[in-house]
């Protein structure tokens, strides 16, 4: 049966959410309510979603119906939602074969002339119908169906497609799959139903997936796009272009920090750079590469192009003499001083220093057993680096942070 949520504009509903919007959900669960006019245990559904929206969708979180709780954690975060539009830009038709929540639908629409949205869960294609009418959003068509029966049944063509393929093998949320061949629908099913009708398909998936791996599994793929938010990656994109064309794709990393996108962009064949190991020192200034970065394995690659040299093959940490330019893809500190594990120099710093951020990279020790034989609080204004320097010696970088 399909779920009508015209209930989230009922003003009893409204009084509901306002009044236990801070309220422990299970305490709401076994808290009986008489003669209410909606579903209880949607309208807190409604309630947990809006909570868990407010920093991933500000400015949907209390305009939309949320179809079930999980539908806010797998939906895309608007910041990245809106990165994904911009990918569509000037498209006539665009298909979301996956919508759930429709967040990317939605801002798809904005940027294109039509969408169609498919999901194969009744409750949300309801949800996503209801949301896109109280946005004011007429040109998508929201579809109940499964991705390839859909594609099976309907054959216009369409500019481009967006999928967001299911990770999660089983209802079990911590069964996941992380290779794209692996998950539902099956990209391998899906690419021989649209080739000849679509010009390409952007493809989310885990940040966990092989790029590598995906590239040789997808013969077509022309870019590959590495998202973080504030240095955590979030997701890959993967876009096939048809006719498949064997090629070497474009590499873009992006973080996004403070609503500015920091993008470094290489050719996948660039990956293999020589870079020369050096020794650090007060007054020059550490490197360290951002999560897409890390994520593309491309460190090497932007410190030939800012011309550093490298502490290590494997610290992926990177130094210079000269003050850097502020597009360096990462975060820059400026070293105040350099010591060994020696007892007076383990002394020296107790002295010196209250509280530091440590990171520990090809170091022997964790952080907090670092943190506990320097008698060190966490946090604060310095900054440790524990690393293996390339003639095998142990040392901890003292520095503060320029830039972020």
Not at 49 to 65: D, F, G
Not at 307 to 335: K, M
């Amino acid at each position: 049966m399909c779920e009508d949520f015209s209930f989230v504009d009922n003003p009893e509903f409204k009084s509901f959410i306002s009044q236990y919007s801070t309220t422990d959900a299970s305490t709401l669960r076994l808290k009986r309510f008489d003669n209410l006019k909606f579903d209880k245990n949607l309208a807190i559904t409604q309630i947990e979603c809006r909570r868990k929206a407010k920093k991933k969708l500000p400015e949907l979180a209390e305009k939309i119906a949320y179809p079930t709780d999980v539908s806010i954690e797998q939906c895309s975060s608007e910041i990245l939602a809106k990165f994904h539009a911009n990918l569509f830009a000037g498209c006539d038709a665009v298909v979301d074969l996956t919508c759930g929540l429709g967040i990317d639908s939605f801002y798809i629409a904005q940027q294109t002339k039509s969408v169609v949205s498919i999901d194969a869960a009744e409750i949300v294609t309801s949800a996503v119908k209801h949301n896109m009418h109280k946005l004011g959003i007429n040109n998508v068509s929201v579809v109940n169906d499964f991705a390839e029966s859909y594609l099976d049944k309907v054959k216009n063509p369409f500019s481009a497609a967006f999928i967001d393929p299911s990770r999660r093998l089983t209802d079990d949320r911590n069964s996941r799959t992380y290779a794209i061949k692996d998950t539902v629908p099956d990209l391998n099913l899906i690419i021989p139903q649209i080739k000849s009708r679509c010009n390409f398909i952007i493809v989310k998936a885990s940040p966990m997936a092989d790029i590598s791996q995906t590239i040789n599994d997808f013969p077509g793929i022309t870019e590959v796009w590495i998202l973080s938010v504030k240095n955590e990656c979030k997701e890959l994109l993967f876009k096939i272009d048809f006719p498949q064309t064997a090629k070497q794709p474009q590499i873009h990393c992006i973080d996004f920090v403070a609503n500015e996108a920091i993008e470094f962009t290489f050719k996948f064949e660039d990956k293999s750079i020589s870079i020369a190991d050096g020794t650090p020192h007060p007054g020059q200034q550490l490197f360290v590469p951002n999560a897409s970065i890390m994520k593309a394995g491309a460190y090497d690659i932007v410190a030939d192009e800012f011309g550093l040299i490298r502490l290590a093959a494997n610290s992926h940490l990177y130094l210079s003499d000269i003050t850097t330019n502020h597009e360096y893809p990462g975060r820059v500190f400026s070293i105040t001083n350099v010591l060994s594990l020696s007892k007076p120099d383990i002394k020296k710093i107790k002295s010196s220093v209250k509280s530091a951020n440590i990171s520990c990279r090809n170091f022997p020790m964790k952080p907090d057993d670092l943190r506990k034989r320097l008698k060190i609080a966490d946090g604060g204004n310095d900054y440790i680096f524990a690393t293996t320097l390339a003639d095998n010696s142990k040392v901890l970088i003292l520095c503060h942070h320029v830039t972020v």
